[in-house]
């Protein structure tokens, strides 16, 4: 088994989650008493999501690059960021630490063509949705073209994750508004959903949603247990 090392913090309530799925992932494989060989270095997040707002992803990069050399000389053997959005800064990452990144979006990727669909609305923060790096992955290395909800519906999903969920809240109001924005992508076109930010799958769920919901922090650390064990 691999030592998966784990950037968390990204928030901790999905931190959570991943620590728990991926021991799951290990103990289904192994059996008995068998859990995960793993590191996590929990960054703090409101200085990196002071500085996501001022737009200081240079500084956001060193930051992350840090905690990545520390897994690295804790005896990790590659990197899970346990965020969709700071993937931004996963190539920083490999060309700085000469660790394997395994990226979110390809572990979604996988999940959307086994199911053989071509279009995906993708619900995330704003700079998930609204920037390149993730979008143009799934477009340009797997042939999926992604929809992204109106500028508006954009700003209330950004305000949700980080007033609400990323703090554990889990409003029944928000999750309405979350199903009518995932119906309006599905009447654009959209044949499955991504939640492409590790917090909404708590708000979130498959019976929730008529079309494939894609839940990328689950899809993720399905991929980091298998990259673990070589498959």
């Known amino acids: 088994m691999k030592t998966i090392g784990l950037i968390g913090g990204l928030s901790w309530e999905s931190s959570l989650e991943y620590y728990r799925l991926i021991n799951q992932g290990v103990k289904q494989k192994l059996g008995g008493l068998h859990s995960a060989q ?31 050399l520390h897994l690295k000389q804790g005896g990790a053997e590659f990197i899970l960021i346990c965020s969709n959005t700071i993937h931004k800064c996963a190539d ?20 959307i063509k086994l199911r053989d669909l071509k279009k995906v609305g993708l619900l995330g ?9 993730y979008r143009n992955r799934l477009k340009e290395q797997h042939g999926i073209d992604v929809i992204i909800p109106e500028e508006n519906e954009r700003e209330f999903i950004n305000t949700v994750i ?68 070589g498959v």
């Open 162 to 229: 980080f007033q609400e969920l990323c703090l554990g809240v889990l409003n029944p109001d928000s999750k309405e508004q979350f199903k009518k924005i995932i119906n309006k992508l599905m009447g654009l076109g959209a044949e499955g959903i991504v939640l492409g930010c590790t917090e909404i799958p708590l708000l979130i769920k498959q019976a929730d949603v008529n079309a494939p919901v894609f839940d990328t922090m689950t899809l993720h650390a399905a991929a980091a247990v298998d990259y673990a064990f």
């Open 125 to 133: 923060t704003k700079f998930a949705m609204e920037e390149a790096f």
């Open 92 to 111: 920083s990452i490999i060309e700085q630490t000469g660790m394997p990144v395994l990226h979110i979006a390809d572990a979604a990727a996988q999940a």
């Open 38 to 68: 793993c590191l996590l270095y929990s960054v703090d997040f409101g200085p990196i999501e002071e500085l996501m707002r001022q737009g200081d992803w240079q500084q956001i990069n060193q930051l992350l690059v840090q905690a990545a």
